[in-house]
């Protein structure tokens, strides 16, 4: 038994640090990663793509809870494709066309989604509700445009070349495909080398009990985050001190920078 608590301990002493981390780090983008892709062309918006999606803990544990119980190659292609073409779909046209949507809420949202596919995977609606699943299918797909937006929101903090918007697009969501692809490999590798083991059950309950908690805790920091740009006064600090703030600040710092570098480069 203690064979099977101790790696579990482990797993969620990970999770946690993940959480944690990427919540401090999750919204905004360094005026380091704004300024290294103007001469880094398509191939940066590749970059970070690939990384973006490596990093996005809020992705990752939702792709995780997809291929959580599917063992056929046939299956992980089918789900793992309706989610590819949902986010894929929303990022593109969300982007080109210009749409926000504040980045807490999406966030939020997303944290849902990932209780969603963790409650599904348990059969809750079944077990604990009475009633019949909706299409895990078309769920997937939905959820997926969802998490388009929020990787929209991503792209529209970098300096985007009007002339070359769309490719600038591609380019990004073909990196986030290459990431996701190489995260969906580590996932299966390490459930495949765990599913014939006697401990693959309880970790199978303890692991998708744990992505509800994770999504809902999202869920709850994201709202928080929310409140704070939504109603600053409420919270006793003026608005310079909060997180929506600071991101405006550091975006005009990276614009300066940028105007700073074209016109050094006229000279």
Known sequence: ???????????????????????????????????????????????????????????????????????????????????????????????????????????????????????????????????????????ITGLGLIHGLGLSTRLQQLPLNKDELLLNIISFNVGIEAGQVLALAIMLMFLASWRKAASFKPFSLFSNYTLIAAGGFLFLMQMHGYSHVSNPDEFGFSADNHIHEHIKMNEERAAALIKQNNHNSID
């Open 1 to 139: 038994m203690m064979s099977v608590i101790k790696p579990l301990q482990q797993w969620l002493l990970a999770l946690i640090v993940v959480l944690f981390v990427g919540q401090a780090l999750g919204h905004g983008m360094s005026e380091a990663e704004k300024l290294s892709i103007i001469d880094g062309g398509n191939l940066r918006y590749m970059w970070l793509g690939a990384t973006h999606m490596l990093s996005g803990y809020d992705h990752l544990l939702f792709v995780f809870g997809i291929v959580f119980f599917l063992t056929s190659f046939k299956e992980i292609v089918k789900y793992i494709t309706a989610f590819t073409i949902g986010h894929s779909v929303t990022l593109i046209y969300a982007t080109f066309n210009g749409i926000q949507i504040n980045y807490f809420l999406i966030d939020a949202v997303i944290g849902l989604s990932v209780s969603y596919i963790a409650f599904a995977n348990l059969d809750g609606f079944k077990r604990l509700l009475g009633i019949k699943a909706p299409s895990l299918l078309a769920m």
